[in-house]
């Protein structure tokens, strides 16, 4: 297996670890499957069931001006899907910090097409005019047809997943990182002397050991047992990820009966990565992934609390229904052969909730 550790375009250097495992990563980036998957749906165990492999550019930008990576505005770019989640959490810190100004953005279109004529890959293409899809734009940088093409642009020999979202360095022409969880990390801090909403700080560092908490069983249970449901090609892994994901959300119902947030009553980097997965659950995952024992609906708090997310300044603008339907609906066809996307729920979440109950 090759992975690529990015530093600068020039800096790229191709290696293979010992018994693949990166000393210097995270623990979420240290175990690699030994092939590296061309797509979520070749994310298979040998037991069926759905395994994510780990992100690859991992380069942090920081506030200190010295640094390869510097926090200046208007150097730094993030590729999104509107229709994927962990995109969407970068979109909304970016949103709810005020980097408006700092940092630009560019959504693809919501349903993979073919990226290559000499293969057979499907992924994220940028729309081809700038009316041929709402909300869909063109890569406003380096042309690019399609994701893919930026992976290439950054690394010659990248064999990894072309995954969004991608924050891509305009100077040194590069993939800065395209792991969500240190993207948010990097705007709820780093560009501080920047940012139209410094004050709000989403990690606090007395919540921070329950915030780290909370986001592992939520990613486990949740966020990513949503998928574990979807994708399972045998009845047995995909009665535990249902069995993982209902005993996490009752746990979520539970706390949310008591608290306006999932870690108090402070809004914090947790609630922003759980409210991208409920935002989607009855109009998708209800259906698509099969995670049809329960609907969010059915759960006053979480869906009470799911609104009153969506309904925090910058959040809604981060929310395209139309691309997230249209993206799961009709891009997995071995879960979705004709590609049918349901009528309903058509779900208003800027309708009135509850939450305010609680001081916050
Ligand atoms: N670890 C990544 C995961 C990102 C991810 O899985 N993105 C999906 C869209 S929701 C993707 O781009 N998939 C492309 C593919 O599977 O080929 C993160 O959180 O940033």
Same mark, same amino acid.
């Given at each position: 297996?090759? #992975?690529?550790?990015?530093? =600068? ?31 979520? +749906? ?22 200190? &001006?010295?640094?390869?990576?510097? =926090?200046?505005?208007? $150097?730094?770019?993030?590729?999104? /899907?509107?229709? #994927? ?5 970068? +979109?909304?810190?970016?949103?709810? !910090? ?33 009316? *041929? ?31 969004? %979202? ?13 792991? /969500?969880?240190?993207?948010? $990390? ?29 986001? *592992? ?19 047995? %892994?995909?009665?535990?990820?249902? !069995? ?13 009966? !008591?608290?306006?947030?999932? #870690? ?13 997965? +409920? ?20 759960? &006053? ?11 925090? &300044?910058?959040? /809604? ?7 997230? !339907? ?6 997995? %066809? ?25 001081? /916050?």
């Amino acid at each position: 297996m090759i #992975c690529l550790l990015s530093s =600068a375009k020039s800096h790229l250097l191709a290696f293979r670890p010992q018994n693949n495992v990166f000393p210097f990563l995270p623990h979420s980036c240290l175990k690699f499957n030994h092939q590296m998957a061309r797509s979520a +749906l070749d994310e298979m165990s040998d037991s069926g069931a759905f395994q994510r492999t780990a992100s690859t550019f991992r380069n942090l930008i920081s506030r200190d &001006p010295n640094s390869q990576f510097p =926090a200046e505005s208007g $150097r730094y770019h993030l590729y999104i /899907s509107y229709a #994927c989640p962990w995109a969407s959490r970068c +979109l909304a810190f970016l949103k709810v !910090k005020g980097l408006d100004k700092a940092i630009s953005f560019t959504s693809v279109k919501p349903i993979w097409e073919r990226t290559k004529d000499s293969d057979e890959h499907m992924g994220w293409v940028f729309a081809a005019t700038p009316t *041929e899809e709402p909300g869909a734009d063109l890569d406003p940088l380096n042309g690019a047809k399609t994701i893919r093409a930026l992976y290439e642009l950054a690394s010659t020999n990248y064999t990894g997943k072309y995954t969004v %979202p991608v924050l891509w360095d305009k100077k040194l022409k590069t993939i800065v990182n395209n792991e /969500s969880a240190e993207i948010i $990390r990097m705007f709820n801090t780093e560009f501080n002397d920047i940012a139209e909403n410094p004050s709000l700080d989403l990690y606090p560092p007395s919540l921070r050991a329950q915030i780290d908490e909370t986001n *592992e069983w939520i990613y486990s249970g949740i966020n990513n047992g949503v998928y574990k449901c979807g994708f399972a090609r045998k009845q047995e %892994p995909y009665e535990e990820a249902a !069995k993982q994901l209902y005993d996490a959300l009752d746990k979520c119902e539970e706390i949310l009966a !008591k608290q306006r947030y999932i #870690c108090g009553n402070t809004l914090t980097e947790a609630d922003i990565r759980l409210f991208v997965t +409920l935002i989607r659950f009855d109009e998708v995952y209800a259906v698509h992934f099969k995670c049809n024992k329960k609907l969010l609906r059915e759960y &006053p708090n979480l869906f009470n609390y799911t609104k009153d997310i969506y309904q925090v &300044p910058g959040m /809604s603008s981060t929310v395209n229904m139309a691309h997230i !339907k249209r993206h799961y609906y009709g891009s997995h %066809p071995s879960i979705n052969p004709f590609g049918i996307i349901p009528v309903g729920p058509d779900i208003d979440y800027s309708s009135p909730h509850d939450r305010d109950r609680f001081s /916050s």
